[in-house]
């Protein structure tokens, strides 16, 4: 039930996906019970797969965050922060309240032991076919270098696990490529990856060469990730109002991976954007299912027992 254009561009995402999701994965669809099944009988919807969780209440947009996730247990975040976290569920995936979705992840979930903060990842296509990992790109907006190279390796496990990327390569987000180059946070944080022994750390990166393949997995702090993130979209959007057409700029398109997994919880979670559209809502519900099969959770606590 959340998003911009939520429930109706959410339910023809869901429409949009069946044909693509694996015959053993099953959805749950937490929400108004009356408005799911209008749209599936209109629609004459009818796989074995789908499951409808009614929820009484809903989280909005605009809502503070912290006080709606008290004040409404029955909404649909509530009650699939409370499935994930009881097994009932591999993974929740929303385009609702961010905000909310980060509260359900620390509250109910918790951080996996080892995991001081934790934190979002993009995954970039690159011009070669690979991908650059970035992150944080929002939650930790003010941040200490000990969580960047936290983050390094949040960013290995899902660059191997889920993405089968082997050869990890750790770049440093900054304004130059010496070592000397950033502020202090980003100073000290070159010193502690570069002290590192298991890490693959290959120094700085600087933006103009985020796209070139020298790295597979880049840190920054969420603020500065985030600028970086609206920026490609930003970007993009212009592209497309140019009308420029291009095989690989259009991978650029955020509605092409849906959503950003939230590393370093117990359990899987999605994040997907306020905006969505019904092709981003699909991507979203493809991209969780692949990281519940990788079981990325999973993996994430191996490596910080």
Known sequence: MGGDYAPLTTLEGVRNVLSSLHQESSLLLLGNQ???????????????RLAVVHCSQNIAMNENAIKA???????????????????QANVLASAGHSGAVMVGAMQLLKPIAGVTRPCVA??????????????????????????????????????????GIKD??????????????????YQRAHELLEQDGSLNFIGNIEARDFFDGQANVTVCDGFTGNIFLKHTEGFYGLLEERKVQDDYLSLLNYEQYGGTPVLGVNGNVVLGHGVSSAKAITNMILAAEKIAQADLAGHIKKAFQ
């Open 34 to 48: 009356s408005v799911i099944h209008e749209f599936i009988n209109e629609h004459s919807i009818s796989d074995e």
């Open 69 to 87: 996730f008290q004040q409404k247990p029955d909404s649909s975040l509530v009650k699939g922060f409370g499935m994930l976290a009881q097994g």
């Open 168 to 185: 990890t390569r750790v770049g440093l987000l900054n304004t130059g490529t010496e070592k000397g180059k950033g502020n202090q946070l």
């Open 122 to 163: 993009t995954a970039f296509p690159l011009p070669n076919g690979d991908k650059n990992v970035l992150l944080d790109v929002g939650i930790n907006i003010d941040c200490k270098p000990e969580l960047m190279v936290q983050f390094a390796h949040l960013g290995v496990v899902y660059a191997q696990s889920v993405l």
